[in-house]
Nanobody
Framework: QVQLVESGGGLVQAGGSLRLSCVASGRFFSINAMGWYRQVPGKQRDLVAT???????NYADSVKGRFTISRDTAKNTAYLQMNSLKPEDTAVYYC?????????????WGQGTQVTVSS
């Protein structure tokens, strides 16, 4: 079983920064893609940023230039550096990894971490 554990959320003032981390544990061959999503109550979960092995990162328009996704393959960890935060960035942030086990690829999600940006 693969588990994802997130950390780094919290309360920050507008204009501030936070760094989220997501680390995978368990038995798997590789992590083919890592991504961050966010969700506010009553709305769907939206993509924030993704990065796939061998590809460049992909960002939602609303976070381009402010957020940066990165990965440490050796540590099975993804990061989301969030700068110039705005109140509208307030949400629960989830990481999602696409993991190769054997010949198949599986999706795993973290438990979510709350990010609250005050005005």
């Amino acid at each position: 079983q693969v588990q994802l554990v997130e950390s780094g959320g919290g309360l920050v003032q507008a204009g501030g920064s936070l760094r989220l981390s997501c680390v995978a544990s368990g038995r798997f061959f590789s992590i083919n893609a890592m991504g961050w999503y966010r969700q506010v109550p009553g709305k769907q979960r939206d993509l924030v940023a993704t990065i796939r092995t061998g590809d460049t990162a992909n960002y939602a328009d609303s976070v381009k230039g402010r957020f940066t996704i990165s990965r440490d393959t050796a540590k099975n960890t993804a990061y989301l550096q969030m700068n110039s935060l705005k109140p509208e960035d307030t949400a629960v942030y989830y990481c999602r990894f696409q993991v190769r086990i054997g010949v198949r690829e599986y999706d795993y999600w973290g438990q979510g971490t709350q990010v609250t940006v005050s005005s």
